[in-house]
């Protein structure tokens, strides 16, 4: 497997970026998207991780299913659930995949644990009637 290649990986989030008028900053460590001002603070994509995490981030603000929050936009159980996973898909389907190659199976189950545990995290708040209590 090559290295992973961390100016295409920019390159392409930079892109990605300037096509949804998502402004992108990169710092040291931690990732936040806040869609009311379209802006985007992801660390630089040095791995594959990181920049799956990246396009995430900036899926919450390109993708409009990505970007409701609370009860207001769906009142069911798992509001979280639903946007995040939308964030993962929009992140997955603009993904450029040669640069999916170098992801390593360790880092696809951590972003599959990312995605996870607002799963869990949905169960934990409203669990199906079926299910005992803990």
């Given at each position: 497997?090559?290295?992973?290649?961390?100016?295409?990986?920019s390159a392409?989030?930079?892109?990605?970026a300037d096509k949804h008028r998502i402004k992108m900053t990169y710092?040291?460590?931690g990732w936040q998207s806040f869609p009311s001002?379209?802006?985007a603070w992801v660390p630089e994509p040095s791995t594959a991780k990181r920049y799956l995490v990246a396009l995430?981030?900036?899926?919450?603000i390109a993708s409009?299913?990505?970007?409701r929050r609370g009860n207001q936009d769906y009142p069911a159980l798992g509001v979280e659930v639903l946007v995040e996973g939308a964030a993962w898909a929009w992140a997955t389907a603009v993904a450029d995949p040669t640069l999916l190659l170098g992801v390593t199976k360790r880092e696809w189950?951590?972003?599959f644990s990312y995605f996870g545990s607002y799963l869990l995290y949905a169960c934990m708040q409203a669990p199906p009637a079926s299910m005992p209590s803990i």
């Open positions: 497997m090559s290295a992973f290649d961390a100016l295409a990986a392409h989030l930079q892109a990605l710092r040291q460590s001002t379209r802006q995430h981030e900036l899926g919450h409009a299913t990505a970007r189950s951590d972003v």
